[in-house]
């Protein structure tokens, strides 16, 4: 999606069980640690942190204890950068915030900011991603990590919450429909840009950027884009994301999500990119991976077309 108008440039899914379904357009996909963005916003928001505040954990990164979920400080304790929590996904870590901070009513107004319980305006028909949050603290701490099943999300509202991102906490209403004339050629149908409410201050995501970039660089998504420096497309680009994983109920597919975004560094172009993969027995192309072709085509023809110059020029 173009991050500025919200012009959907490709939307395209296979459903192995229904061909006639485009996942893109259903939300019954569990959000995982995509959820993490939200989490983040809000503790920027509401708690002041910055991409260096220092946190603290015990335990595995990827586990969930109710005993991880407390201020105890011993030797065994862990110390981590905010952005680098978000980067490495760092379960514990948002466990707390969301149990001993946030808590529930403020981690619902975020999730409803983000488009969570609500309708999205799209010209085609999307699911609304849901959200439920139990008024049990530990159940916090499953909503804030994206340790859950019952947080769904689609591929649309996906490209949505990285959009706000880029534009300084507002997200923008998907549109794939330019016009529709009648047989005379009268306009009955003109799409234009439209906004939705501040998902989060200016300030959040301008540290947003700063966790996604670090989970390029440093964290769940640095195998994919590993050369990125020596890439003559992708090294032109600042690119920022937030992986998930997570399996379904009945442990027969692994959700793998990729939702960021690329821009061009000297200005311009902002794409926002949202990918779902359901892996089943074995392992195929990761979500980080179909993200970097999308970015890499994209950027790749835009670059021949500014080359090229306008139609009729012989530049």
Not at 14 to 24: G, L, Y
Not at 188 to 209: H, P
Not at 278 to 304: C, S
Request: hydrophobic share 35%; glycine share 8%; aromatic share 10%.
């Amino acid at each position: 999606m173009d991050a500025s108008s919200g012009r959907i440039l490709a939307l395209a899914g296979f459903n192995k069980k229904n061909p006639d379904i485009n996942p893109c357009l259903v939300s019954t996909y569990p959000a995982a640690s995509i959820f993490k963005i939200v989490t983040a916003a809000a503790a920027v928001d509401h708690m002041g942190y910055t991409a260096d505040t220092v946190l603290k954990f015990n335990g595995f990164k990827h586990t969930l204890y109710k005993r991880q979920l407390t201020e105890q400080t011993n030797r065994y304790t862990n110390t981590v950068s905010f952005k680098n929590s978000f980067a490495q996904s760092v379960n514990p870590v948002f466990g707390k915030i969301g149990t001993l901070y946030l808590k529930k009513d403020i981690l619902e107004r975020y999730a409803e900011a983000f488009g969570f319980n609500q309708p999205i305006d799209f010209e085609l028909p999307v699911t609304q991603s849901r959200i439920v949050i139990q008024s049990k603290p530990y159940h916090w701490a499953e909503i804030a990590s994206g340790f859950n099943n019952d947080t769904t999300i689609s591929p649309v509202h996906g490209a949505m919450m990285a959009s706000a991102i880029l534009n300084k906490g507002r997200m923008v209403a998907p549109t794939i429909v330019d016009r529709i004339t009648d047989a005379e050629g009268n306009i009955l149908y003109r799409s234009e840009s439209s906004w939705g409410g501040r998902a989060m201050s200016a300030k959040a995501s301008g540290v947003l950027a700063a966790l996604m970039e670090t989970t390029i660089q440093s964290g769940t998504g640095r195998k994919s884009f590993r050369d990125r420096r020596r890439n003559k497309i992708l090294s032109k680009l600042s690119i920022g994301g937030k992986t998930g994983s997570i399996f379904n109920r009945a442990h027969d597919a692994r959700y793998d999500w990729f939702v960021g975004y690329a821009r061009d560094k000297k200005g311009g172009d902002q794409l926002a990119v949202s990918v779902l993969v359901a892996h089943e027995e074995y392992i195929g192309i990761r979500a980080t991976r179909y993200a970097r072709m999308v970015m890499t085509h994209y950027f790749k023809n835009q670059t021949a077309r500014r080359k090229s110059g306008p139609i009729g020029s012989k530049g």
